[in-house]
């Protein structure tokens, strides 16, 4: 979980309670990047894996770039209220996010985990090229892709992946889906699991809108594995920022939205001001809309006004259990036999 929810000490705990945590490379460095997972390798943590964005392809064209002005002029009256200032939209200026040219340093964390050699990479927002997964078979690491439909699904292990996540509507943050632009699907996880089990022959791990024990359990005894996000954002371990902590247990938040208002990607999370005022024009422009966005969720943090953050949860976020990583997974799986 970018953003800050997944640390080293969450990844290094989940392995040790017999799970298998993330760490997310998404918004990092390659130095921060590479800092984590040694943090985790010196833990003597052998079982987990780092997640990667996989980059756009599509080049920012003129349309975008005015629809990207046209949101940043609706977003000017906010900016003023707290007192920020707008970045500037420049064209040729990689820091605002419109140049096309952000690739959320992938061109340097690949070899940079490549050399790590850690267990296991998973990839949201794209196909992984298959030259980079057989790079990673080459060195002993495992890959997994993220998946939101049976197209996908096969699109992925065409590429050569070992494992795929079939993330559902329900899911908590952005959805996965490869093309930015498309409208995310809206098949359930039951239908969507079905469909890519019935074109791929992959072990699947499930994930999206599983927070209560009742959702996970049925999933343990059908999919090869359950992967949850929500679940663990309230977690002792977890990085999460303690407003947004608060909100999830906080009975003003009564629904969750997929919007694109705080990134210019499809993402799920709890319905606030900010979704209410600015989904309904904001453009598919990732990772532009993220930046505008960015000095506004930041400045909302230090108010501790809830209405401007982004607060990513899954459908079932009301059942965000607290707690240590240890615990959750306890209460999660308590009862079944492993
Ligand atoms: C705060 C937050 C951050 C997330 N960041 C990532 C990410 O960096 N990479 C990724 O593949 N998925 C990310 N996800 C999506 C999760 O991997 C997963 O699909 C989702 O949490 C499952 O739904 P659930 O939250 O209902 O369990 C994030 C989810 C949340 C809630």
């Not at 980059?55 to 003129?62: D, E, V």
């Not at 079905?194 to 992959?202: I, N, P």
């Not at 990583?325 to 492993?338: C, E, H, W």
């Given at each position: 979980?970018?953003?800050?929810?997944?640390?080293?000490?969450?990844?290094?705990?989940?392995?040790?309670?017999?799970?298998?945590?993330?760490?997310?490379?998404?918004?990092?460095?390659?130095?921060?990047?590479?800092?984590?997972?040694?943090?985790?390798q010196?833990?003597?943590?052998?079982?987990?894996?780092?997640?990667?964005?996989?980059?756009?392809?599509?080049?920012?064209?003129?349309?975008?770039?005015?629809?990207?002005?046209?949101?940043?002029?609706?977003?000017?009256?906010?900016a003023?209220?707290?007192?920020?200032?707008?970045?500037r939209?420049?064209?040729?200026d990689?820091?605002?996010?419109?140049?096309?040219?952000?690739?959320?340093?992938?061109?340097?964390?690949?070899?940079?985990?490549?050399?790590?050699r850690?267990?296991?990479?998973?990839?949201?927002?794209?196909?992984?090229?298959?030259d980079?997964?057989?790079?990673?078979?080459?060195?002993?690491?495992?890959?997994?892709?993220?998946?939101?439909?049976?197209?996908?699904?096969?699109?992925?292990?065409a590429?050569?992946?070992?494992?795929?996540?079939?993330?559902?509507?329900?899911?908590?943050?952005?959805?996965?889906?490869?093309?930015a632009?498309?409208?995310?699907?809206?098949?359930?996880?039951?239908?969507?699991f079905?469909?890519?089990?019935?074109?791929?022959?992959?072990p699947?791990?499930?994930?999206?809108?599983?927070?209560?024990?009742?959702?996970?359990?049925?999933?343990?005894?059908?999919?090869?594995?359950?992967?949850?996000?929500?679940?663990?954002?309230?977690?002792?371990?977890?990085?999460?920022h303690?407003?947004?902590?608060?909100?999830?247990?906080?009975?003003?938040?009564?629904?969750?939205?997929?919007?694109?208002?705080?990134?210019g990607?499809?993402?799920?999370?709890?319905?606030?001001?900010?979704?209410?005022?600015?989904?309904?024009?904001?453009?598919a422009?990732?990772?532009?809309?993220?930046?505008?966005?960015?000095?506004?969720?930041?400045?909302?943090?230090?108010?501790?006004?809830?209405?401007?953050?982004?607060?990513?949860?899954?459908?079932?976020?009301?059942?965000?259990?607290?707690?240590t990583?240890?615990?959750?997974?306890?209460?999660?799986?308590?009862?079944?036999?492993?």
């Open positions: 979980m970018a953003g800050g929810p997944s640390t080293p000490g969450l990844v290094t705990t989940a392995a040790e309670a017999g799970g298998m945590g993330f760490l997310a490379a998404g918004y990092r460095s390659v130095e921060e990047v590479v800092e984590q997972v040694e943090m985790v010196r833990a003597g943590t052998t079982v987990f894996g780092v997640n990667l964005f996989v980059p756009g392809t599509r080049p920012t064209s003129p349309s975008d770039l005015a629809a990207v002005r046209t949101y940043r002029d609706r977003l000017v009256p906010l003023r209220h707290y007192g920020v200032e707008m970045p939209l420049d064209p040729d990689d820091r605002a996010g419109t140049s096309g040219a952000d690739d959320d340093g992938w061109h340097g964390k690949i070899p940079a985990l490549l050399d790590l850690v267990p296991m990479v998973s990839f949201t927002f794209g196909c992984p090229p298959a980079v997964v057989s790079r990673f078979h080459q060195v002993g690491t495992a890959c997994l892709a993220t998946v939101t439909s049976a197209g996908e699904a096969r699109r992925a292990t590429a050569g992946v070992d494992a795929l996540v079939v993330q559902g509507p329900g899911a908590g943050g952005h959805r996965a889906v490869f093309d632009r498309a409208n995310p699907p809206e098949q359930s996880l039951d239908d969507l079905g469909a890519v089990r019935s074109v791929v022959d992959l699947l791990v499930v994930t999206g809108g599983l927070t209560a024990p009742e959702e996970v359990r049925p999933w343990l005894g059908r999919a090869d594995a359950v992967a949850l996000g929500t679940a663990f954002l309230d977690a002792e371990e977890a990085g999460t303690p407003l947004y902590r608060a909100a999830l247990h906080d009975s003003r938040f009564t629904q969750t939205v997929v919007t694109r208002a705080f990134s990607r499809w993402a799920r999370g709890l319905r606030n001001g900010f979704t209410d005022a600015y989904s309904d024009r904001a453009p422009a990732y990772p532009a809309v993220n930046r505008l966005t960015g000095v506004l969720r930041a400045a909302a943090a230090r108010s501790g006004d809830l209405d401007n953050l982004s607060l990513w949860a899954g459908t079932s976020w009301q059942h965000t259990p607290t707690g990583v240890a615990q959750i997974m306890r209460g999660l799986t308590d009862g079944l036999v492993a």
